[in-house]
């Protein structure tokens, strides 16, 4: 099974685990015509491109549509509606814990004539307030990882470096795994989810051993995301950790 990995790095507080499924991304847009009018009750439709999974939705009285819970991948957004002729979203990438943005203009005509796009959806996230990068899959197979932690790669994302305590303060005089500093916070206020569940290793000595529960191999990894500021209210409550 393939896992999705998502780290919050340095806060100076602890998530408490909400049980959602951040292992998932969203896509979502605005229908509009020509004139750039809003198109209420649009039948969209979300095509998986390597499964076929479809999952449909219409657009509300503003136009606005969401698909939630969409797995990472990639996907054709299909928009009809009565008067118009069917616009197809080809060429969309979807990312673990992204809001995708795909608006749609749809064109005067007939629904069995189709007008094919690529490059409809956003380049840039602009529906949600965090910072971060996603590692994806090609740097998780292609790059050396020295001890196959995936928690190293974490160090190819801005200001994020590894932590000096790592090996210091090791009994085994080898690095603590998953241990960085982020934006010149302790590493001790880095938090871990896997697949949406909390995999943080709480211990009274948080300075040696692994800081996660689980250390998922890297064959087991689609892809993960490092979140270093502004995180999304999904994450939930916080309260102070040592």
Request: glycine share 8%.
């Amino acid at each position: 099974m393939r896992r999705f990995l998502t780290i919050l790095a340095t806060c100076a507080l602890a998530v408490i685990p909400t049980f959602a499924q951040f292992d998932t991304a969203e896509v979502l847009g605005t229908i509009r015509d020509h004139s750039g009018a809003v198109v209420p009750k649009a039948v969209l439709t979300l095509l998986h491109v390597d499964t076929g999974i479809q999952a449909k939705t219409t657009s509300d009285e503003n136009g606005n549509y969401t698909f939630s819970n969409v797995k990472i991948g990639a996907y054709k957004v299909t928009a009809e509606a009565k008067g118009f002729s069917t616009e197809v979203a080809s060429g969309i990438a979807v990312n673990v814990g992204a809001r995708q943005r795909v608006d749609v203009t749809l064109q005067v005509g007939t629904v069995s004539e189709t007008v094919e796009v690529s490059g409809a959806a956003a380049a840039l996230e602009t529906d949600s307030s965090e910072h971060g990068q996603v590692i994806g899959g090609a740097a998780i197979v292609e790059l050396p990882l020295n001890g196959r932690n995936y928690a190293d790669l974490a160090l190819l994302s801005a200001n994020v470096v590894k932590s000096p305590i790592a090996v210091s303060f090791s009994p085994s005089g080898t690095p603590r795994e998953g241990s960085f500093n982020v934006n010149g916070m302790r590493s001790t206020y880095n938090n871990f989810l896997m697949d949406g569940l909390d995999n943080n290793a709480y211990g009274t000595s948080n300075q040696s051993y692994s800081s996660q529960v689980i250390q998922a191999s890297p064959d087991a990894i689609a892809e993960f995301k490092v979140i270093t500021s502004n995180y999304s209210a999904e994450y939930g409550a916080w309260e102070a950790r040592w």
